[in-house]
C-alpha cells in the first residue's frame, strides 16, 4: 500500500482546489495581455515616452474638469489561462490513467461549475473523483507516486501563476558533506538542499564537482529516512 503518497497526493488536491476558484477570478476582467519579456532600450524608450504623453493628456483633462468615465479594469495575465488549461488537461488526463488501470471506462471531462466560458477549461469533477479514486489508487505503489508527483506539479504551477512564493524551512542539522548549517526544505518540491555553494563532497563522480556549473547537493522525499538517521547520528556524537 502506498498510504503516503495517497495522503500527499490528497493534500495537493484539497490545496488546488481552493486555489481554481482564485485562477478563475483572476480571469475576469480587462483586456488580455501576456507577461513581457526584457525590453529593448528602443521599446522601452517607446514606453517612456508614451507614459509621458499619457499623463499629460490626464493632466490636460484634469485642468479643463474632463474625467475619465471609469478606471481601465485590470489586465488578465494570459499566463493564467495557461495554466488554468494546463491544469484541466492535466486533471482530466489523470483521471482517465485511473479509470484505465482500474477498468472502470471512459471519463467524461467536467465543465467549470457556473462558468459559461470554455477558456478556462474543465476541472468541475476532476479533483472530487481523483479524491473519490484515491483509496484504490493507493493499492498500487506506481501509479499512487504518478498521481502524487502529477497533483504536486500542479498545485505548484496554480501557486506561482497567483503570485505566492514557496515555503522554505531551514533544518536543524548540518550538511553530511560540507558541515555547515545550510539545509534548507523546500516544502512545495519535497526537497532539502544544502544552499552552502561551496558544499563539495569527496565523490568524483557527483556532480558538485563541476568546474563550470557545479550542483548544490539534494535529497528527495523517499531520501528524508536516510537523511534523518545520518543527521540523528552526526547530533549524537558531537
Not at 471609469?70 to 491544469?87: N, Q
Request: glycine content about 8%; some cysteine; aromatic content about 4%.
Amino acid at each position: 500500500m502506498s498510504d503516503a503518497a495517497a495522503d500527499a497526493a490528497y493534500q495537493h488536491l484539497q490545496q488546488l482546489r481552493e486555489r481554481i476558484p482564485q485562477l478563475r477570478a483572476s480571469t475576469t476582467a480587462g483586456t488580455v495581455q501576456r507577461r513581457r519579456s526584457d525590453l529593448t532600450p528602443t521599446q522601452l524608450a517607446r514606453q517612456g515616452e508614451a507614459h509621458l504623453d499619457e499623463r499629460w493628456e490626464r493632466a490636460a483633462n484634469a485642468a479643463r474638469g474632463v474625467s475619465a468615465l471609469g478606471a481601465s479594469p485590470a489586465p488578465v495575465d494570459l499566463t493564467v489561462l495557461d495554466t488554468i488549461r494546463e491544469i484541466a488537461r492535466s486533471l482530466s488526463q489523470m483521471v482517465q490513467t485511473v479509470h484505465d488501470r482500474f477498468g472502470l471506462g471512459h471519463w467524461t471531462p467536467g465543465r467549470p461549475e457556473g462558468h459559461g466560458d470554455e477558456r478556462t477549461g474543465g476541472m468541475s469533477g476532476e479533483i472530487p473523483r481523483l479524491l473519490h479514486l484515491l483509496s484504490k489508487v493507493a493499492s498500487d505503489p506506481d501509479l499512487a507516486h504518478y498521481v502524487a508527483d502529477e497533483t504536486r506539479r500542479l498545485n505548484r504551477l496554480a501557486a506561482i501563476a497567483l503570485g505566492e512564493g514557496e515555503q522554505v524551512k531551514r533544518l536543524d542539522g548540518r550538511c553530511p558533506y560540507c558541515g555547515a548549517k545550510s539545509l534548507k526544505v523546500f516544502v512545495d518540491r519535497e526537497l532539502v538542499m544544502c544552499v552552502n555553494t561551496g558544499c563539495r563532497c569527496t565523490r568524483t563522480t557527483c556532480r558538485c564537482q563541476d568546474e563550470d556549473r557545479p550542483r548544490r547537493h539534494t535529497w528527495s522525499r523517499a531520501e528524508w529516512d536516510a537523511l534523518a538517521d545520518t543527521l540523528n547520528a552526526t547530533n549524537t556524537a558531537a
